[in-house]
C-alpha cells in the first residue's frame, strides 16, 4: 500500500504506526531511479524543478528546461532544495514539554486541551496561523478542520506579513483579490517600473525574465536604497523612506496635466476618475519634491518615461509598498496609474504585485481564514451556502464572520481572550514585528502548539507540544504562484521517523476530534482539490475546468481562471493576462479609483534616535528566517557570515564608526550589535538591516496598515552606538 494509495478509515493502528499503512512510503507509480517534476518550494514564482531518484528517493535537483516559468534556470535556493531535509535537527516525533512522546499521546493531549479551552473560555478562546509554505490542499483542510470541524472563529496566515496588503488593495480596485499579469509581462514592456521591490535578490528568475526582454526597456526603480536592482536600472528614485505614495500621486498629477491620460479606457472601464483627478491637484512638483527628496527634474523625467511608453508600461511592487503604514493606498497608488493610462490587461502591462512565498496566493483564496474558501465571504449567506453545498460542510457550521487578522489575534492573546494558538509551518518568534513583545504574548499562553518540519525554530523551542511535519518534497500537492499558475509536487521522498504531512496530521486530528465524518471526501490531496474546485464554481479564479494533477504537470502549471469553457480558449496557451476585455470583477465591472491623504510614518527619527532602520532581502541564498536555507553549507557561504549594518559615509564619520566595526543599533524597543558597512547604497539619515537575522524584528516599531493589517516594517527610528 503506497502513500497516493492510502484513502480508508482512520483506525487506532493507523495512528500508533503510521508507517505500516504507507504513510511514510514514495508513490510507487515513481520508477525508482526515475526523473520527475516539481514545484519549488521557496518563493512565489514558481519555479519547475526536475528531481532525480535513486533507489526511489530523490537525490538531486536541477532546473526544468520546459517549465514555462523559469524554462531552464533557478536560484540557488532551488538548487540546494533537498539539503533542508537532511539537517539534524529535524523534528522526528512529537514533543509534548520537551519529551518524545507518540502520536496517540499527542493528539489526545492537543484535542483534551484545545477542547477544554474552549469550553471553559468560548471559541475565540483558541486560534491558528497557518502558512504559504504548505500545499493548498493542506492548508484548505486546515482552515476547513479548525473552522468548520472544531468551532474555532479566529485564524489567520503568515502571508499576513507579506501579502495582505495586494490582497485588499486589489479587492477595492478591482472586486477581487485579481493580480492581472503574466510573467510574459517581463519581456514585454517598453518600460518596467519596480516599486519597493528587489527581484535581483528576492525573485532572482523573475529578473532573469526582465533580462530577456529583447524590447530595450527603461527599467525604473523607486527604492530609498541602490539594491542591486537599482544598479541594473536605467532611472533610480531614491526617495525619503515611505514617502512613495506622496510620489505616486505626484507623478499621477504630471500625466492628467500634460496628456498622459488614456481617456477612452478611464470613461470606459473605471469609476472615479474625475474624483482623483481633482484630489492629486495639489501634488505639486513642489509638494511632491520637498517630500521625497527628489528634483524637479528627476520628478517630470519619470512622469515622461511613463506618458512616451504607454501602452506597454507595466508597474510592479513587493514588500517595500505592501510592508508600510498605508501600505494599501500605496498599491491603489500604483493601480490608479496603470488605469489612469490604460496600462492593463494588454500584453507589457499591468498593475501587478509580486508574492512572496511559495504557495502565498493559494492562502489568499483557500486558507479560510479571513477569506471563505474559493475567495468567499463568510458574511454572505449565498456564499456560505455554496461551499456548504460543494464541501457537504453543513452550513450551520460555517461562522458568518471572518477571522480577526494576525496583530489582532495577538492583540487578543496578550489580553487573555486567546488562550491557545496553534502555528502551523511559520516561525513568528523571529519574523514577527516587535519580537520581543510577541514572545512575552506567546509566554502568557496556556496552550502553544508547534507544527513544523523542525523542532529547533525559536518558535517551537517555546511550545508545549511540537508536531513533527514532513516537508516538500516529502508530501504532495499544488502550489499558486504569483501569476496565478497552479503547479503539482509529488512526493519524492520519506519523511524521517515519525514525521507525518500535514494533510495526514488534520486527518488525524480529525478523527481524534471525531468530526471525520464532515471530511468523508477529504480522503487525499487530490480528492481535496477536487472539493476545491467545486468552490471556486463561477468565481474569477473558477478551477472547474481542470481534470486533475495529471493534467496540471503535462501544461506545465494551470493559471487560473479555468473554467469548464467550450472552446478550452486556456488550454491553448500557458500564460494569459486578466482583464483583456476590460472588465473588472466589481458589481458594475468597472475597477475603482481609491486614495487618500498621505500621511506620516507613526514613528519618526527624533534626537535620541536620528536615524531610520529600513529592513528587507539580504542575499538571494536566504529566505525568510533561514529555517531551512540556514541548513545548506552551500548557500551559507554565499550570505554573509555576520550581521551587517549598512550606514552611509557621512553618518559614519558623524557618529565615529569604521566600515568593520561593531556598533550597537537601538531603538526604543531592544538593542543588537552588527558589524558597520560603510556604503553609498543607503542614503545619509538612513540604515539597513537583513531581515533574516533573529535578532532583527527586537528592533522593529509595531505599526500596521489599517486596511490590509499587514506589519510596517520598513520605518523605525534607531540610533547607533560604538562597542
Given at each position: 500500500m503506497t502513500f497516493r494509495e492510502w484513502d480508508g478509515p482512520l483506525t487506532a493502528d493507523l495512528v500508533r504506526e503510521p508507517a505500516k499503512f504507507g504513510l511514510g512510503q514514495v508513490p510507487s507509480r515513481l520508477a525508482p531511479d526515475a526523473t520527475t517534476k516539481a514545484i519549488c518550494g521557496y518563493c512565489s514564482t514558481g519555479c519547475g524543478l526536475k528531481l532525480h531518484l535513486k533507489d526511489g528517493e530523490a537525490i538531486n535537483v536541477t532546473p526544468d528546461p520546459d517549465y514555462p516559468v523559469n524554462i531552464g534556470t533557478t536560484c540557488p535556493k532551488g538548487w540546494e532544495a533537498l539539503t533542508a531535509l537532511d539537517a539534524p535537527d529535524r523534528a522526528t516525533t512529537p514533543l509534548l514539554h520537551g519529551e518524545a512522546v507518540d502520536w496517540d499521546t499527542a493528539l489526545k493531549y492537543f484535542c483534551g486541551k484545545m477542547r477544554g479551552i474552549i469550553e471553559k473560555h468560548g471559541s475565540e478562546a483558541a486560534a491558528f496561523i497557518s502558512t504559504g509554505q504548505m500545499m493548498l490542499e493542506e492548508m484548505a483542510y486546515l482552515g476547513a478542520l479548525a473552522k468548520f470541524g472544531m468551532g474555532l472563529i479566529h485564524g489567520d496566515g503568515n502571508t499576513r506579513q507579506c501579502m495582505a496588503t495586494a490582497v485588499t488593495a486589489y479587492k477595492e480596485s478591482f472586486g477581487f483579490d485579481a493580480p492581472p499579469f503574466t510573467y510574459a509581462d517581463f519581456e514585454e514592456s517598453d518600460v518596467l517600473v519596480f516599486i519597493g521591490a528587489n527581484?535581483?535578490?528576492?525573485?532572482?528568475?523573475?529578473?532573469?525574465?526582465?533580462?530577456?526582454?529583447?524590447?530595450?526597456?527603461?527599467?525604473?526603480?523607486?527604492?530609498?536604497?541602490?539594491?542591486?536592482?537599482?544598479?541594473?536600472?536605467?532611472?533610480?528614485?531614491?526617495?525619503?523612506?515611505?514617502?512613495?505614495?506622496?510620489?505616486?500621486?505626484?507623478?499621477?498629477?504630471?500625466?492628467?496635466?500634460?496628456?498622459g491620460i488614456d481617456h477612452d479606457f478611464v470613461k470606459a472601464n473605471t469609476t472615479g476618475y474625475d474624483a482623483f483627478a481633482s484630489f492629486v491637484s495639489s501634488f505639486t512638483p513642489m509638494r511632491v519634491c520637498a517630500e521625497t527628496g527628489l528634483s524637479t527634474e528627476q520628478l517630470a523625467h519619470f512622469a515622461q518615461t511613463i506618458r512616451d511608453g504607454t501602452p506597454r508600461v507595466s508597474f510592479w511592487w513587493t514588500m517595500g509598498v505592501n510592508q508600510g503604514h498605508q501600505?494599501?493606498?500605496?498599491?491603489?497608488?500604483?493601480?490608479?496609474?496603470?488605469?489612469?493610462?490604460?496600462?492593463?490587461?494588454?500584453?507589457?502591462?499591468?498593475?501587478?504585485?509580486?508574492?512572496?512565498?511559495?504557495?502565498?496566493?493559494?492562502?489568499?483564496?483557500?486558507?479560510?481564514t479571513t477569506n471563505l474558501l474559493g475567495g468567499h465571504d463568510f458574511r454572505n449567506a449565498a456564499h456560505r451556502e455554496k461551499v456548504g453545498a460543494a464541501t457537504g460542510i453543513p452550513v450551520e457550521r460555517i461562522p458568518s464572520r471572518p477571522s480577526l487578522a494576525y496583530d489582532q489575534i495577538i492583540d487578543a492573546?496578550?489580553?487573555?481572550?486567546?488562550?491557545?494558538?496553534?502555528?502551523?509551518?511559520?516561525?513568528?518568534?523571529?519574523?514577527?514585528?516587535?519580537?520581543?513583545?510577541?514572545?512575552?504574548?506567546?509566554?502568557?499562553?496556556?496552550?502553544?502548539v508547534v507544527q513544523d518540519i523542525y523542532c529547533s525554530t525559536e518558535t517551537a523551542k517555546r511550545a508545549h507540544l511540537v508536531l513533527p511535519a514532513a516537508g516538500w518534497g516529502e508530501k504532495e500537492g499544488c502550489f499558486i504562484n504569483s501569476e496565478r499558475r497552479i503547479g503539482y509536487s509529488p512526493k519524492v521522498r520519506r519523511a524521517p521517523g515519525q514525521a507525518l504531512a500535514d494533510f495526514h496530521i488534520f486527518r488525524l486530528i480529525a478523527h481524534y476530534w471525531s468530526c471525520e465524518d464532515l471530511f468523508r471526501e477529504w480522503t487525499s490531496p487530490e480528492a481535496v482539490f477536487r472539493v476545491l474546485q467545486r468552490c471556486t464554481a463561477d468565481q474569477p479564479c473558477d478551477l472547474t475546468g481542470i481534470e486533475g494533477y495529471e493534467e496540471i504537470g503535462r501544461c506545465g502549471g494551470i493559471?487560473?481562471?479555468?473554467?469548464?469553457?467550450?472552446?478550452?480558449?486556456?488550454?491553448?496557451?500557458?500564460?494569459?493576462?486578466?482583464?483583456?476585455?476590460?472588465?473588472?470583477?466589481?458589481?458594475?465591472?468597472?475597477?475603482?479609483?481609491?486614495?487618500?491623504?498621505?500621511?506620516?510614518?507613526p514613528e519618526q527619527r527624533c534626537e535620541e534616535f536620528p536615524l531610520i532602520l529600513i529592513t528587507g532581502r539580504g542575499t538571494s541564498a536566504q529566505w525568510h528566517t533561514e529555517t531551512r536555507t540556514g541548513k545548506s553549507a552551500v548557500l551559507a557561504k554565499m550570505a554573509p557570515e555576520e550581521l551587517l549594518l549598512d550606514l552611509h559615509a557621512e553618518d559614519a564619520a558623524r557618529f565615529g564608526i569604521r566600515d568593520g566595526t561593531s556598533v550597537r543599533v537601538i531603538s526604543k524597543r531592544a538593542q543588537l550589535t552588527a558589524t558597520a558597512r560603510v556604503t553609498t547604497c543607503v542614503s545619509p539619515g538612513e540604515v539597513f538591516l537583513p531581515m533574516h537575522d533573529n535578532q532583527v524584528n527586537q528592533l522593529t516599531h509595531s505599526a500596521f496598515d489599517p486596511h490590509s493589517r499587514q506589519p510596517a516594517y520598513k520605518h523605525s527610528a534607531v540610533r547607533l552606538e560604538k562597542v
Amino acid at each position: 500500500m503506497t502513500f497516493r494509495e492510502w484513502d480508508g478509515p482512520l483506525t487506532a493502528d493507523l495512528v500508533r504506526e503510521p508507517a505500516k499503512f504507507g504513510l511514510g512510503q514514495v508513490p510507487s507509480r515513481l520508477a525508482p531511479d526515475a526523473t520527475t517534476k516539481a514545484i519549488c518550494g521557496y518563493c512565489s514564482t514558481g519555479c519547475g524543478l526536475k528531481l532525480h531518484l535513486k533507489d526511489g528517493e530523490a537525490i538531486n535537483v536541477t532546473p526544468d528546461p520546459d517549465y514555462p516559468v523559469n524554462i531552464g534556470t533557478t536560484c540557488p535556493k532551488g538548487w540546494e532544495a533537498l539539503t533542508a531535509l537532511d539537517a539534524p535537527d529535524r523534528a522526528t516525533t512529537p514533543l509534548l514539554h520537551g519529551e518524545a512522546v507518540d502520536w496517540d499521546t499527542a493528539l489526545k493531549y492537543f484535542c483534551g486541551k484545545m477542547r477544554g479551552i474552549i469550553e471553559k473560555h468560548g471559541s475565540e478562546a483558541a486560534a491558528f496561523i497557518s502558512t504559504g509554505q504548505m500545499m493548498l490542499e493542506e492548508m484548505a483542510y486546515l482552515g476547513a478542520l479548525a473552522k468548520f470541524g472544531m468551532g474555532l472563529i479566529h485564524g489567520d496566515g503568515n502571508t499576513r506579513q507579506c501579502m495582505a496588503t495586494a490582497v485588499t488593495a486589489y479587492k477595492e480596485s478591482f472586486g477581487f483579490d485579481a493580480p492581472p499579469f503574466t510573467y510574459a509581462d517581463f519581456e514585454e514592456s517598453d518600460v518596467l517600473v519596480f516599486i519597493g521591490a528587489n527581484p535581483c535578490i528576492a525573485h532572482p528568475i523573475m529578473w532573469q525574465r526582465v533580462l530577456r526582454n529583447k524590447r530595450k526597456p527603461e527599467v525604473i526603480v523607486v527604492d530609498p536604497r541602490t539594491t542591486e536592482t537599482a544598479m541594473s536600472a536605467t532611472q533610480h528614485y531614491a526617495i525619503k523612506p515611505k514617502s512613495d505614495l506622496t510620489l505616486l500621486y505626484g507623478l499621477a498629477y504630471l500625466l492628467a496635466r500634460d496628456g498622459g491620460i488614456d481617456h477612452d479606457f478611464v470613461k470606459a472601464n473605471t469609476t472615479g476618475y474625475d474624483a482623483f483627478a481633482s484630489f492629486v491637484s495639489s501634488f505639486t512638483p513642489m509638494r511632491v519634491c520637498a517630500e521625497t527628496g527628489l528634483s524637479t527634474e528627476q520628478l517630470a523625467h519619470f512622469a515622461q518615461t511613463i506618458r512616451d511608453g504607454t501602452p506597454r508600461v507595466s508597474f510592479w511592487w513587493t514588500m517595500g509598498v505592501n510592508q508600510g503604514h498605508q501600505a494599501t493606498r500605496t498599491a491603489q497608488a500604483i493601480i490608479n496609474l496603470a488605469l489612469m493610462t490604460g496600462n492593463i490587461g494588454k500584453p507589457g502591462t499591468g498593475a501587478n504585485s509580486i508574492t512572496g512565498q511559495c504557495n502565498a496566493m493559494g492562502s489568499r483564496l483557500f486558507s479560510n481564514t479571513t477569506n471563505l474558501l474559493g475567495g468567499h465571504d463568510f458574511r454572505n449567506a449565498a456564499h456560505r451556502e455554496k461551499v456548504g453545498a460543494a464541501t457537504g460542510i453543513p452550513v450551520e457550521r460555517i461562522p458568518s464572520r471572518p477571522s480577526l487578522a494576525y496583530d489582532q489575534i495577538i492583540d487578543a492573546a496578550d489580553a487573555g481572550t486567546v488562550k491557545a494558538l496553534w502555528f502551523i509551518a511559520t516561525n513568528p518568534s523571529h519574523s514577527w514585528i516587535d519580537q520581543s513583545r510577541f514572545n512575552r504574548v506567546l509566554d502568557k499562553l496556556d496552550f502553544l502548539v508547534v507544527q513544523d518540519i523542525y523542532c529547533s525554530t525559536e518558535t517551537a523551542k517555546r511550545a508545549h507540544l511540537v508536531l513533527p511535519a514532513a516537508g516538500w518534497g516529502e508530501k504532495e500537492g499544488c502550489f499558486i504562484n504569483s501569476e496565478r499558475r497552479i503547479g503539482y509536487s509529488p512526493k519524492v521522498r520519506r519523511a524521517p521517523g515519525q514525521a507525518l504531512a500535514d494533510f495526514h496530521i488534520f486527518r488525524l486530528i480529525a478523527h481524534y476530534w471525531s468530526c471525520e465524518d464532515l471530511f468523508r471526501e477529504w480522503t487525499s490531496p487530490e480528492a481535496v482539490f477536487r472539493v476545491l474546485q467545486r468552490c471556486t464554481a463561477d468565481q474569477p479564479c473558477d478551477l472547474t475546468g481542470i481534470e486533475g494533477y495529471e493534467e496540471i504537470g503535462r501544461c506545465g502549471g494551470i493559471q487560473w481562471p479555468a473554467a469548464k469553457m467550450t472552446n478550452e480558449e486556456w488550454r491553448m496557451t500557458n500564460e494569459r493576462r486578466l482583464f483583456e476585455d476590460g472588465k473588472f470583477f466589481t458589481p458594475d465591472k468597472r475597477a475603482k479609483f481609491v486614495f487618500d491623504e498621505p500621511q506620516a510614518a507613526p514613528e519618526q527619527r527624533c534626537e535620541e534616535f536620528p536615524l531610520i532602520l529600513i529592513t528587507g532581502r539580504g542575499t538571494s541564498a536566504q529566505w525568510h528566517t533561514e529555517t531551512r536555507t540556514g541548513k545548506s553549507a552551500v548557500l551559507a557561504k554565499m550570505a554573509p557570515e555576520e550581521l551587517l549594518l549598512d550606514l552611509h559615509a557621512e553618518d559614519a564619520a558623524r557618529f565615529g564608526i569604521r566600515d568593520g566595526t561593531s556598533v550597537r543599533v537601538i531603538s526604543k524597543r531592544a538593542q543588537l550589535t552588527a558589524t558597520a558597512r560603510v556604503t553609498t547604497c543607503v542614503s545619509p539619515g538612513e540604515v539597513f538591516l537583513p531581515m533574516h537575522d533573529n535578532q532583527v524584528n527586537q528592533l522593529t516599531h509595531s505599526a500596521f496598515d489599517p486596511h490590509s493589517r499587514q506589519p510596517a516594517y520598513k520605518h523605525s527610528a534607531v540610533r547607533l552606538e560604538k562597542v
